[in-house]
């Protein structure tokens, strides 16, 4: 089965980086999803790894190791409207099951 | 791109009523949605996945005769809390299997449902 960690919570200044973790315990890996979720709505794709490496897009990048069941994504240039909660999900090959870890609450300050 | 509608968007209903939960696809046929609830301040954790045409597969702990889960054509599936309680007050959230270039298997999100049970 899949048991996905995140930290809870993380807080970091307007303009900054942050990196958000998340590592994974998995067999039969077949790709892993990060997706953004505001408060009281649906989540919102953010980025697909399936090969190990650094995907960038934009402002937001995402890593995965997968000898290392780790991933991270990378937030740049932080604006206010990011505060929200950041979920690291993934599915396990042969199977279409999406499973979220436990998400990461960030809040962007001034 | 693929669109999820989940309605409602809201509920509140009486204790030991009965809610359903509506998830269509609008401008693509999904034989395979997926229902989520989700707590406060809680991530998304599986209930159950619904299959056109067939029994729904239950996570375990998610009591099938309590969620009722209806997936009667490609564009709809259902999700019926009976006998809803306080404790299942909640975020619904339902998806479902979209065509998507971003990604292989594309997932697509309805808005979800805040139920709650007064």
């Known amino acids: 089965g899949q048991n996905i960690d995140q930290p809870t919570e993380m807080t970091a200044t307007e303009g900054a980086i942050v990196q958000i973790n998340c590592t994974y315990q998995t067999s039969g890996f077949n790709g892993l999803f990060w997706y953004q979720q505001h408060a009281g709505e649906a989540p919102t794709f953010l980025s697909y790894?399936?090969?190990?490496g650094l995907e960038e897009k934009g402002r937001f990048s995402s890593f995965l190791s997968r000898s290392k069941g780790y991933s991270y994504l990378l937030l740049k240039e932080l604006q206010m409207k990011d505060s929200a909660s950041y979920l690291c999900?993934?599915?396990?090959?042969?199977?279409?099951?999406?499973?979220f870890g436990t998400g990461t609450q960030l809040k962007v300050e001034l | 791109g693929a669109v999820v509608s989940q309605h409602p968007s809201r509920v509140i209903c009486k204790s030991g009523t009965s809610v359903k939960i509506e998830c269509r696809s609008l401008d693509f046929q999904a034989t395979t949605m997926f229902w989520y609830r989700q707590f406060p301040k809680q991530s998304l954790m599986l209930m159950a996945t619904s299959n056109e045409g067939s029994k729904a597969t239950y996570e375990q702990g998610v009591e099938k005769d309590k969620f009722l889960i209806n997936h009667a054509s490609l564009t709809l599936s259902t999700l019926t809390v009976t006998s809803a309680h306080p404790e299942d007050s909640s975020f619904y959230i339902c998806?479902?299997?979209?065509?998507?270039?971003?990604?292989?298997?594309?997932?697509?999100f309805g808005s979800g449902t805040r139920l709650t049970v007064v």
């Open positions: 790894n399936v090969l190990d």
């Open positions: 998806s479902a299997m979209s065509p998507d270039s971003r990604q292989p298997y594309g997932y697509t």
């Open positions: 999900a993934g599915i396990t090959g042969g199977g279409n099951k999406l499973t």
